[in-house]
């Protein structure tokens, strides 16, 4: 899938779990949602030239570079339906410990967001690399200084990547089998013969990511309630 359906995907996702969220307020609900929309872009980072790989110049094409060749190249290591929520979850975790460490991964997370919804904000601030990196770094510190600490980050961090790897699966180009892609490089498994931003990608997947996201949104989160009672008063 395209990063901007991965994306949309996540956040919807996102949404649709702030009921069972291991959180509380609406400040890290927003923060929850923004990390598990970003954070479902975070497997292409084994591709040199994917939208997480060019955000923020060398500080992401670098690192890029290298899980690309560690974990087997694109679509292998970081998309092992096991292997990586596990590996990313708990990097995070041991992220979620330090103030500085929990600000950079919610700067990704947020930095990823706006890139791939470039087509819905206006201008292209964000798609500069000194623009991204203001808006992701001002906004991840926004939210961890208004919030408790982010315990719930790597849960976000764990589903944002799976949402990925299911989101890929749906393409005819599929994804690893897991754990068994180490033995059999070549051994992958796709749901259907979809192709990456074929028409039931654009047409028919991304505007429901869209609308069920604003859906889940104003049912799940505490604003919407107290909007609804005061309608219900007037």
């Known amino acids: 899938m395209l990063g901007h359906s991965h994306a949309l995907s996540g956040l919807a996702v996102g949404a649709a779990t702030l009921p069972v969220a291991p959180l509380s307020g609406t400040v890290a609900q927003l923060g929850w949602v923004a990390a598990v929309g970003g954070m479902a872009m975070l497997p ?4 040199r030239g994917s939208t997480i790989s060019r955000m923020w110049g060398p500080l992401t094409e670098v ?8 974990t087997g190249g694109h679509r292998h290591g970081t998309h092992d339906a096991v ?11 041991a992220a979620a410990q330090a103030f500085w460490a929990s600000l950079l991964l919610l700067a990704l997370a947020i930095g990823l967001a706006l890139r791939a919804l470039h087509v819905v904000v206006p201008g292209r601030f964000e798609e500069t690399v000194v623009g991204n990196l203001v808006l992701s770094w001002g ?7 208004h919030s408790p600490g982010p315990t719930w980050l790597p849960w976000a961090v764990g589903l944002g990547v799976l949402v990925h790897v299911a989101g890929d699966f749906l393409t005819c180009g599929g994804v690893p089998v897991p754990l068994v892609w ?6 992958t498994v796709a749901f259907s013969p979809m192709q990456t931003g074929g028409f039931t ?6 505007p429901a990511f869209v609308v069920a996201t604003l859906v889940l949104l104003w049912l799940n989160l505490p604003a919407a ?3 609804e009672g005061l309608t219900a008063a007037g």
Request: charged share 15%; hydrophobic share 60%.
């Open 225 to 227: 309630a107290v909007l």
């Open 44 to 47: 292409d980072l084994d591709q």
């Open 83 to 93: 292997l990586a929520p596990l590996a990313f979850g708990g990097l995070a975790l």
């Open 139 to 145: 906004g991840a510190w926004l939210l961890l200084a």
């Open 182 to 187: 180490l033995a059999r490089p070549r051994a």
């Open 63 to 70: 690192p890029s570079g290298i899980v690309g060749k560690l």
């Open 201 to 206: 990608e654009k047409v028919l997947l991304v």
